[in-house]
T-cell receptor, first 111, second 114 residues
Framework: GQNIDQPTEMTATEGAIVQINCTYQ??????LFWYQQHAGEAPTFLSY????GLEEKGRFSSFLSRSKGYSYLLLKELQMKDSASYLC????????????FGTGTRLTVIP | SAVISQKPSRDICQRGTSLTIQCQVD?????MFWYRQQPGQSLTLIAT?????????ESGFVIDKFPISRPNLTFSTLTVSNMSPEDSSIYLC???????????FGQGTRLTVV
C-alpha cells in the first residue's frame, strides 16, 4: 500500500521561502507529483520528480530522495496568491499505476 | 493539457436519493478517473472508467453504490446511490495525458447530503 505524510498546515510571510515536506512508502514507486489546490478549485499540476535531485520551475522547486522516501516542495518569493493546499502524490506502478495523494498541506501566506 | 467540464458544481441532496455527476473532456482519452475528497482528507480514487468495459473499483468502493458509465471516449458519469450524510464530499473527475503522466482535474462537485 501507500503511506504518504505531509504537514497539515503551514504559515509563512509574503516574500519569504517555505519548504513543504512529504514522506512516502510505496511498493512500486513510479514518480512523485506536487499539485496546488486553491479552495473550491481543482488541483493543478506543479511538478514531477522520478529521479533523485532538484527540479526547478520558476519560483517553485521540488526535490526527491528515493532512498529516503522523501520529497519537498520549495516556494520562493512567496505571494499572497500562493495561499492554497499543496498535495503530494505518488504514482505506484504496482497494479494499475494509479496516483495516491497525501492529505495536503494548507499554506497560509501572511503580509 | 485537457479541459474537463464537470457538473453539477454543487448540490444538496436528501438522504436515500441518488445523484449523477457528469464529466466531459475536450479530447478523447482512454481512461477517466473518479476521486472523492472528503473534508480535510486526501483525494481517494474511487474507480477507473474505461470505454467499452466495466469500471475498475478501488478497495472500499463498489459498483452498486457508485455506478459509472463510460459511453464514449470523452464522457463519463458517476452516480452516488442511496446517499447518506457520510457521502458528503467533493467528487472529482480526472484524466491523464497521453503518457499516463500528468493528471488533469475537473472543478469538482461539492455534494452535501442532508
Amino acid at each position: 500500500g501507500q503511506n504518504i505524510d505531509q504537514p497539515t498546515e503551514m504559515t509563512a510571510t509574503e516574500g519569504a521561502i517555505v519548504q513543504i515536506n512529504c514522506t512516502y512508502q510505496t511498493s512500486g514507486f513510479n514518480g512523485l507529483f506536487w499539485y496546488q489546490q486553491h479552495a473550491g478549485e481543482a488541483p493543478t499540476f506543479l511538478s514531477y520528480n522520478v529521479l533523485d535531485g532538484l527540479e526547478e520551475k520558476g519560483r517553485f522547486s521540488s526535490f526527491l530522495s528515493r532512498s529516503k522516501g522523501y520529497s519537498y516542495l520549495l516556494l520562493k518569493e512567496l505571494q499572497m496568491k500562493d495561499s492554497a493546499s499543496y498535495l503530494c502524490a505518488v504514482r505506484d506502478k504496482t497494479g494499475a499505476n494509479n496516483l495516491f495523494f497525501g492529505t495536503g498541506t494548507r499554506l497560509t501566506v501572511i503580509p | 493539457s485537457a479541459v474537463i467540464s464537470q457538473k453539477p458544481s454543487r448540490d444538496i441532496c436528501q438522504r436515500g436519493t441518488s445523484l449523477t455527476i457528469q464529466c466531459q473532456v475536450d479530447s478523447q482519452v482512454t481512461m477517466m478517473f473518479w476521486y472523492r475528497q472528503q473534508p480535510g482528507q486526501s483525494l481517494t480514487l474511487i474507480a477507473t472508467a474505461n470505454q467499452g468495459s466495466e469500471a475498475t473499483y478501488e478497495s472500499g468502493f463498489v459498483i452498486d453504490k457508485f455506478p459509472i458509465s463510460r459511453p464514449n471516449l470523452t464522457f463519463s458519469t458517476l452516480t452516488v446511490s442511496n446517499m447518506s450524510p457520510e457521502d458528503s464530499s467533493i467528487y472529482l473527475c480526472s484524466v491523464e495525458d497521453n503518457r499516463g503522466f500528468e493528471a488533469f482535474f475537473g472543478q469538482g462537485t461539492r455534494l452535501t447530503v442532508v
